[in-house]
């Protein structure tokens, strides 16, 4: 008997070493975290020692620097990973003993394992489209609300742990309230929840917060995290920047539940829909929320590339939950993205118009009043018709005119040295040495002996590297006074009128006729502030005049004192005057449809400038003749470039992009079927906000080297209906979730489940979560009696504490008086200084919104307890809601001290608490009565100072600063 038992304890230990780890190793889920821990840093997509990378499949099946097969499918012994792996030899075994310590046991079989199985590789899991899963079978059947619950519990069973009860009313309603509004309950809604006795009484209330224009506030707020959204501009001076009615956009986007492919389109590429809509062209704002540097000595163009590539990163981790920001420098660290498909992606951005300007350009006219959008929008379009109806056919003139080079030109200059280089068919002007912003340049020239009259003049400003331009843009020019004059008898010269300025592009930044203006102008007609390629203008004369080849002409060109970043003046440095004698230029003013299309373009401007409006920055293409080419740089750096971008695009290792090469085209396949990623990110952030934690825990990097989904069939099948049977409603995803018996459990925790489940990813309890910066004002302010629900406007300034408030730029806070409703307003609306934030959202976490920010890192501080016991706007929020308790409430000290507390916390207070409360109460009250000198910094009398003292205490207890 004992050899027998032995013999079969050996079979079976035999058998066990000949089981297969899994019944096959997968790729993306056993293979691939141990090549990104132990192999990538050297093999990967940063680094190919040995020619070698373990990112791309062709490469890891290839040839290595030393001419071996990295790896044999089916062959691991043949396998030079293996044998490097294995080896004893310190100088050949991998990973290098300096590099770390040899592989596990377990993960060598796994390798081993899985290259005899045939090598298969297959991508990651985030970068394959989910697909809906069947719920799973469990054990409990009657604890599920929704599908979703099934997936929770059967991790539960599997984990041997059981869900919690359901959270109590008060509590359950008190949570919602805060994850959809922003806002606790009310006391009378909380009595009507409490009263509702009906099977669907929490559906109802789900329903309510759904509907209440409070929740577009809440979920703005979030989103703008994402957005990096400020009402300055960042960097250097960080001056105000107008953005607000983009954040007005986002609440009325999530009030409205805009589907979120919608969403997503409108913000990436609202401008280019097919008859885009003023509120279309807002939402672009989105990605005009780039930092701006307006600091002496910057380079516009350095920063404009800056803002790109900031639209780039920002798209990649809002909308798709991978890092792209390293790819700028070389292909990426872990996933399958090239280097050079970093640059196929810029490019979808690369051709706006936006660069960099002190003014922000290019702004949108926003009315005031939203009713009168639609109105606003409907002229915005006709003067954009206008404008291109009357460019193409001036564009039509000009292409066909013959242009005459002047002859024997002189050039003399203020403030500059300028010389006259004969071409081979012209004359060029261009500058020698050091310019000065101001300078005026004056041009003597003959004119070409076949000319007998001149009816218009074509001043053209040309880079001094055109080649270079391409790619990297020279600084350009503008011109406050373009003069033509004409030398008479008496040797004098005469000005010649002039009547129009015509440029090389139908939408210019500021009114060219100003450069011909007898009051000058500080803007005028020329390329601002960086040119990559000749920029003309034509100037087309009131009257034709008569010449002859004796005849001397003198144009003058006056240049803008305007430097850009303080330091570089935008001053001609190269260019060409040409004439002609083309009688259609003097027809041009007569003809019958451009009349009438002028005169109907100045009356509608007109009618647009009568709103009462402000602005906001906006995303723009450039016309195409001013299209910029989009080069790779080399190792990321903005002066080294690469090769050319021929065509933007999308990384291969994602399903192909369909349409035109164009941001809205990218826009519709970041929201397609075939992505796989956006429905996923989009569901796990708003997981995120309502359980603390992401099914993805790293909402930041859904790539190989995040972490796992906790609950992967789950967040797949929510994805997928996300996207079909929920169309795209965000407001019947969150509906979904904060009605499952998963969101609606306890949120109490034993020590054990604590000590196993921290951070609460199993889900076997309710969520508990400290409320946020935004929250914690709010809540303040509502129980206070303080709070001002009006929807949207501009930014406001509630009470600073002292001494914060010290711009770089002289940016005023000024706070509106005790009593005004601007004072109270909630958080959503606080006016965002970049360079500094609002004290309290800082102490709660809150981001400088510099860039985006994927969530919030909660931490626990003193300093939090010390805000809201101190900071100015909470002393007032406690002095209201202690008047409140003195004069609102009735009854005793009892009674009003317990409907305090349940006014803030949203629970009933125990018989412990009350004592401790009312003790506290007594004691102060004598010690202000005792102190009057004291007490007149709090109240007028001894008990309502102590009610103040209480309400702060209160304001600042934990159950008020947990949702």
């Known amino acids: 008997m004992i050899v027998t038992a032995r013999a079969t304890l050996i079979i079976a230990l035999l058998s066990l070493s000949l089981t297969p780890l899994h019944a096959e190793v997968d790729f993306a889920r056993d293979i691939r975290p141990i090549l990104n821990a132990h192999c990538v840093a050297c093999h990967g997509g940063v680094k190919e020692a040995g ?4 990112i791309y499949r062709e490469k890891a099946l290839g040839n290595g620097e030393s001419g071996k097969t990295v790896i044999v499918p089916r062959k691991p012994d043949d396998s030079e990973m293996m ?13 290098k003993p300096a590099h770390g310590p040899p592989l ?25 489209p989910p697909i809906a899963h069947a719920a799973p079978e469990l054990k409990q059947t009657s604890w599920p609300r929704r599908e979703m619950d099934r997936f929770i519990l059967a991790r539960l069973e599997k984990e041997g742990l059981q869900p919690s009860k359901e959270a109590d009313k008060a509590a359950l309603l008190r949570r919602v309230s805060l994850d959809l509004t922003g806002l606790p309950p009310t006391e009378p809604e909380l009595d009507a929840f409490l009263a509702d006795d009906s099977t669907r009484s929490y559906e109802k209330q789900v329903q309510r917060l759904l509907n209440s224009p409070r929740f577009g506030e809440r979920w703005a707020s979030v989103w703008m995290d994402l957005a990096r959204y400020a009402d300055s501009e960042g960097l250097g001076q960080d001056h105000r920047r107008d953005v607000w009615k983009y954040r007005d956009w986002l609440i009325a986007a999530f009030n409205n ?14 401008d280019l829909l097919p008859q885009a809509t003023l509120d279309d062209r807002i939402a672009t704002t989105f990605h005009r929320l780039t930092q701006a540097n307006n600091e002496g000595g910057t380079d516009d163009e350095e920063f404009r590339v800056t803002a790109v590539m900031d639209r780039v990163a920002t798209t990649w981790e809002v909308w798709q939950g991978v890092t792209m920001g390293c790819v700028q420098c070389h292909a990426h660290p872990y996933d399958p993205i090239q280097h050079k498909e970093y640059y196929d992606f810029m490019a979808f951005f690369n051709n706006t118009e936006d660069a960099d300007t002190p003014e922000g350009l290019p702004v949108l006219t926003v009315p005031l009043d939203t009713k009168r959008h639609a109105e606003a929008g409907h002229l915005q379009a006709r003067i954009a018709q206008l404008e291109t109806a009357i460019f193409e056919k001036q564009l039509n003139l000009a292409t066909s005119t013959e242009w005459y080079p002047t002859i024997g030109m002189k050039a003399t200059a203020t403030k500059a040295v300028l010389e006259v280089v004969k071409q081979e068919q012209s004359e060029e002007f261009r500058t020698a040495g050091n310019v000065a912003a101001g300078a005026v340049f004056t041009l003597d020239t003959g004119v070409d002996p076949k000319q007998k009259r001149i009816t218009a003049m074509r001043v053209e400003v040309l880079p001094v590297d055109e080649a270079k331009a391409l790619h990297t843009p020279e600084w350009g020019t503008l011109l406050k006074r373009i003069r033509l004059e004409r030398h008479t008898h008496d040797d004098h010269y005469a000005d010649v009128p002039l009547a129009e300025v015509i440029t090389d592009e139908p939408h210019p930044l500021f009114n060219p006729n100003d450069s011909i203006s007898s009051k000058g102008a500080r803007r005028g007609w020329g390329p601002y502030t960086k040119m990559n390629r000749p920029r003309h203008a034509i100037v087309v004369l009131r009257e034709p005049i008569e010449v002859s080849e004796s005849s001397q002409l003198r144009v003058t060109l006056a240049h803008t004192d305007f430097s850009a970043g303080g330091s570089f003046p935008l001053i001609t440095k190269r260019g060409r005057i040409s004439f002609t004698d083309d009688e259609r230029w003097e027809q041009l003013g007569k003809n019958i449809s451009l009349m009438q299309w002028k005169s109907e373009l100045a009356a509608t401007q007109k009618k647009l400038r009568a709103i009462p409006s402000t602005t906001t920055p906006d995303m723009r293409e450039l016309p195409s003749a001013q299209g910029r080419a989009t080069h790779l740089f080399i190792r990321g750096n903005w002066l080294d470039k690469g090769e050319r971008i021929e065509h933007p695009g999308t990384p291969q290792v994602f399903p192909a992009m369909k349409g035109n090469p164009d941001r809205l085209s990218m826009a519709r396949w970041i929201v397609s079927p075939a992505n796989p990623l956006t429905a996923r990110v989009a569901v796990n952030r708003f997981w995120l906000e309502l359980f603390g934690t992401g099914i993805v825990p790293t909402p930041e990097d859904f790539g190989s080297a995040g972490e796992k989904p906790t609950h992967p069939e789950l967040l797949d099948t929510l994805a997928v209906r996300f996207q079909t049977s929920m169309r795209w409603s965000v407001k019947s995803l969150l509906r979904e979730l904060v009605t499952s018996a998963t969101y609606r459990q306890d949120a109490r925790v034993s020590p054990a489940l604590a000590e196993r489940d921290p951070d609460n990813r199993l889900l076997a309890r309710g969520p508990r979560q400290r409320l946020t910066g935004e929250m914690v004002r709010d809540h303040a302010l509502m129980v206070a009696g303080l709070l001002v629900n009006k929807t ?9 504490p002292e001494g914060v408030w010290k711009p770089f730029d002289g940016d005023k806070w000024t706070t509106p008086k ?5 004072r109270y307003r909630r958080a959503v609306y606080t006016y965002w200084k970049r ?6 959202f800082a102490t709660f976490d809150a981001p400088t919104r510099e860039l985006c920010s994927k969530r919030r890192v909660v931490s626990n501080t003193p300093l939090q307890a010390l805000s809201v016991l101190n900071d100015p706007a909470f002393h007032e929020c406690a002095k209201a809601l202690g008047r409140r308790m003195q004069i609102e409430f009735t009854g005793s000290i009892d009674e009003r001290l317990a409907h305090a507390y349940r006014e803030v916390t949203t629970r009933n207070i125990t018989a412990a608490q009350l004592v401790e409360l009312k003790a506290l109460f007594t004691a102060v009250r004598q010690q202000y009565a ?15 100072a102590a009610y103040t003292v209480l309400a702060s205490v209160l304001l600042n207890l934990d159950e008020a600063l947990i949702r």
């Open 104 to 128: 596990p046991k377990h993960e060598v079989a796994l390798l081993k394992q899985w290259i005899a199985e045939g090598a298969k590789w297959r991508e990651h899991w985030a970068f394959v």
């Open 792 to 800: 949207g406007g501009k930014p406001v300034h509630p009470p600073l």
């Open 930 to 944: 005792d102190q009057p000198a004291e007490m007149q910094k709090v109240s007028t009398t001894p008990e309502g």
């Open 257 to 270: 539940d805009m589907p979120y492919d919608q969403f997503t389109i409108a913000q990436l590429a609202g």
């Open 83 to 95: 044998v490097r792996i294995l080896s004893t030899d310190p100088s050949e075994v991998m990973p």
């Open 51 to 54: 020619d070698v990378s373990f």
């Open 835 to 840: 360079s500094i934030p609002f004290p309290m």
């Open 818 to 822: 005790e009593g005004d409703a601007e």
